[in-house]
């Protein structure tokens, strides 16, 4: 699967220089590329492409059972300097687990759904939400998201702006949509926690695991 991956890698890196008229990437920049992406998170993706689930065309992509007016989303943005295809780094973790989580809904006839209303991923149960999925690149990402969303279970403020107030956001979706868990991600770390909801416009995370086997 690492194979699988570097192939599709190099050629969407191809297509970006192309595109931009950047020079073609050098075995240097893949090297610094693979460092950031482990190869566990390369495997993944390399079976996304291998099975189906992620639809690749050129330096974008879609997945499997998105509706057509969602996406392309694109793998690269410009970089001026250097001139070389920037990663839109959070992309590559976000499918990695949409393909990891798909096939376990598989397994559970669950459906798994990507950017759902301001969720990055979510796993229904026919029209019940059961997890609420966030994903970072970095660990350190997504532990501020948590806290910041933990710093309002205590008392939504629906009607206050969001914009620009990320943790705000999350925590009005948990209370409106009311997942049974919430799951943060990042490379190389997993919160998942338990949502008990204790009013209309308040809920705790509890520490727990999510049962899908």
């Not at 330096?59 to 970089?79: D, I, V």
């Not at 006839?109 to 149960?125: C, K, N, R």
């Not at 059961?130 to 948590?146: D, F, G, P």
């Not at 705000?168 to 409106?176: D, E, F, S, T, Y």
Request: with cysteine; glycine share 8%.
């Amino acid at each position: 699967m690492l194979r699988e991956f570097d192939s599709y890698f190099r050629d969407w890196a191809r297509a970006a220089c192309e595109e931009w008229g950047y020079p073609m990437p050098s075995d240097r920049y893949y090297a610094k590329v693979y460092e950031r992406l482990p190869e566990g998170l390369r495997a993944l993706l390399g079976f996304g492409l291998k099975s189906g689930l992620i639809i690749s065309n050129g330096g974008t992509f879609t997945l499997k059972g998105l509706p057509p007016e969602k996406g392309p989303y694109h793998w690269f943005s410009r970089n001026r300097r250097p001139k070389e295809p920037a990663p839109n780094w959070e992309y590559f973790v976000h499918v990695a687990e949409f393909v990891r989580l798909h096939t376990i809904a598989t397994i559970r006839g669950l459906l798994v759904t990507f950017e759902d209303d301001t969720m990055d991923i979510a796993l229904y149960q026919d029209d019940k939400l059961i997890v609420y999925c966030e994903v970072k690149e970095r660990v350190s990402q997504i532990q501020k998201l948590i806290k910041g969303i933990k710093g309002y279970q205590s008392a939504v403020a629906l009607a206050a702006p969001d914009r620009g107030n990320d943790p705000l956001r999350k925590a009005k979706c948990i209370v409106k949509r009311k997942p049974e868990y919430f799951v943060g991600v990042a490379i190389g770390a997993r919160f998942e926690y338990k949502v008990i909801y204790l009013g209309n416009t308040s809920f705790q995370l509890v520490r727990d695991v999510v049962p899908l086997v």
